[in-house]
Every structure is written in structure tokens, then in C-alpha cells.
């Protein structure tokens, strides 16, 4: 069971690329979450999804897109790379919470914008 | 607005004496509350959490919490603190009705022997 997987684990880009994280899940969960952790400043939602075909902002989405087309996958995409971007990216899912307990992470995606 | 406020960036304590994290919380309507710990490095793991119920919950490494509704609190506590324990500590609270999860910025414990 992988549980959730993340790629890639690093990544540099210039300014003003473009990347697509990828998240998958293979615990049939209905919750997916995006993070951003930057130090000191713990993690800042940045989308999430209920299930398939549903997703919403979080507290930090300027600057990204997400899409939900299957329960598995939760890609992240990020237009237009700034500076301010560069972060560590976790994803994460559960069940609904009323359901479940806690979250299960991905490893992380450490990015750098230069 | 849904928002987790962790008033404590860095905490110092003695091994052997009590710990206290505060949380503060604001949500509309009964959340679900959880503290999670990140060791340098490590992900983030699952120390307790509070769905409903009896409002002390009791958590892994000794951790327990308490849930007061009226201060919008969720406090962290440890009797006896092991510098194993010295990590970051994120409060974290989830809507119940949209499933929206997010977390305070952490609070840093140091051990010290």
C-alpha cells in the first residue's frame, strides 16, 4: 500500500515557468489537501477537494490551479513561477473527517524559484 | 472565518517539568480539533484530536488535551516533558461541515536537560 505518493521530491525553476505537482492516493480517499510550509510559518492550505469533480480555495491559492478528475489524483499547478513560491509542498488525504482521524501525508515537494 | 492561532512561536522547557501549548481557535460551529508534531526532517504525526465528546482527550507520548468551548481554546499538555519531545507542534482545526482542514504556524519546543 503507498499510501500517497508525491513527485517530484525537488525541483528548481525560473521565473516565470511553469509545473505540475503531482499527488496520488491509493486509499480511495475522498479528502485531498494541498500545503505550502514555509519556516515559521507552518502549513498554508492551498486547495483541497471533497471528492471527485470538487475542489475549493484555500487560505493561500493565488498563484495555483488544481483539478480532481478521478478520486486517485490531485494534481497542483503552478502558472507562472514566482519567487514566493518557493517552498516545501505536501499533499495530503483522508476520508471525511467525521470518519477518520488523521491525515496521511505525502514526503513533500521541496521547490525553489530562482 | 475558520483560523488557528498558536500564540507561542518557541517554547523552552526543562526535561522533567509540565508543558502547556496553547491553541486558540475560531470556527462558527463545533470544530474537530487535532495536534500534530514534526520531528526535524520527518513528516507530521498525529498526536490527538477531538471530534466530540468528552472534551479531555487523551493522545500518543503521553500528550492530552483539553477542548473549552468557551475560551475557543484546545491546550496541549505533557506532566513530564523528555527531550525526545523536542520537535514542532502544529494545532490544527477542520470544519465539520466542509471538511476545510487548516493549521496554526507551530510552536517549536525545546528540551532542555
Known amino acids: 500500500n503507498a499510501g500517497v505518493t508525491q513527485t517530484p521530491k525537488f525541483r528548481i525553476l525560473k521565473i516565470g515557468q511553469s509545473m505540475t505537482l503531482q499527488c496520488t492516493q491509493d486509499m480511495n480517499h475522498n479528502y485531498m489537501y494541498w500545503y505550502r510550509q514555509d519556516p515559521g510559518m507552518g502549513l498554508k492550505l492551498i486547495y483541497y477537494s471533497v471528492g471527485a469533480g470538487i475542489t475549493d480555495k484555500g487560505e493561500v491559492p493565488n498563484g495555483y490551479n488544481v483539478s480532481r478528475s478521478t478520486t486517485e489524483d490531485f494534481p497542483l499547478r503552478l502558472e507562472l513561477a514566482a519567487p514566493s513560491q518557493t517552498s516545501v509542498y505536501f499533499c495530503a488525504s483522508s476520508r471525511p473527517v467525521k470518519e477518520n482521524e488523521k491525515l496521511f501525508f505525502g514526503s513533500g515537494t521541496q521547490l525553489s524559484v530562482l | 472565518a475558520q483560523s488557528v492561532t498558536q500564540p507561542d512561536i518557541h517554547i523552552t522547557v526543562s526535561e522533567g517539568a509540565s508543558l502547556e501549548l496553547r491553541c486558540n481557535y475560531s470556527?462558527?460551529?463545533?470544530?474537530?480539533l487535532f495536534w500534530y508534531v514534526q520531528s526535524p526532517g520527518q513528516g507530521l504525526q498525529l498526536l490527538l484530536k477531538y471530534f466530540s465528546g468528552d472534551t479531555l482527550v487523551q493522545g500518543i507520548k503521553g500528550f492530552e488535551a483539553e477542548f473549552k468551548r468557551s475560551q475557543s481554546s484546545f491546550n496541549l499538555r505533557k506532566p513530564s516533558v523528555h527531550w525526545s519531545d523536542a520537535a514542532e507542534y502544529f494545532c490544527a482545526v477542520c470544519s465539520s461541515n466542509t471538511g476545510k482542514l487548516i493549521f496554526g504556524q507551530g510552536t517549536t519546543l525545546q528540551v532542555k536537560p
Open positions: 470556527y462558527g460551529a463545533t470544530p474537530y
